[in-house]
């Protein structure tokens, strides 16, 4: 069974956490979460007192497109990875072809980005896309069986192959990434992704959750 895109392996902490972290200053610990714990929780997240939201910590596999793993890996205070690496690695790899609608118009008045509409060509180009994809990954099949390296042989395989990678980071770091990401003129493909962590992390920091990505 083909493995999820976003898997959380484990967590450490809870709101509760973040308001002992928070309240350590005074000498003071609480033993279970209260209403006003949460009023707490949400001036910390107002004023931009995020040091309490760092003690939690949160562990993901994640399997993305390396064109979405760069832009992903650009966030990089409050999280460390561990990547698949070709080097070592030489299955076949599997490569994300996106759906005709995916082949989005480009949108003059923006830079970067794209226009909700398809290509009028989207059939077109998603056979071109495809084949270009094969050819990538026969290649590198038959340059692996030449007795070509594996880190020389997969400089050939295209930027839409999947890789995979644990991550651990703090939930402040995380409710940066999110806000970051699933803003309106980030791309399409990695509002997915964080998208997916924000449900999870809405389950397991509920009321932190809420307060810093309000």
Known sequence: MERPN?????????DLM??????????KEAAEFKEQDGKLINYLAKHNHISPFFHPQIQFRIRM???????????????????V???YVSDRPDCWIPEESEFREKDPKVKQGSRDSAVEYSH???????????NSVITYDVLLKMNVAPEIAR??????????FIETGSLAAYARLYKLRTS??????????????????EEKFPVSWKALTA
């Open 18 to 27: 973040v308001v002992n972290a928070a309240r350590v200053s005074f000498a």
């Open 124 to 134: 077109e180009a998603q056979a071109l896309f495809e084949q270009a994809v094969s």
């Open 6 to 14: 976003v898997e959380i392996l484990c967590s450490m902490g809870d």
């Open 155 to 164: 400089t050939v395989l295209p930027q839409c192959m999947y890789t995979e």
């Open 184 to 201: 309106p003129d980030a791309q399409r493909e990695i509002q997915t992704y964080a998208n997916q962590i924000g449900a999870i992390l």
């Open 65 to 83: 497109p390396i064109f979405v793993a760069r832009e992903w890996y650009r966030h990089q205070i409050g999280f460390s990875r561990n990547e």
């Open 85 to 87: 690496s070709r080097r």
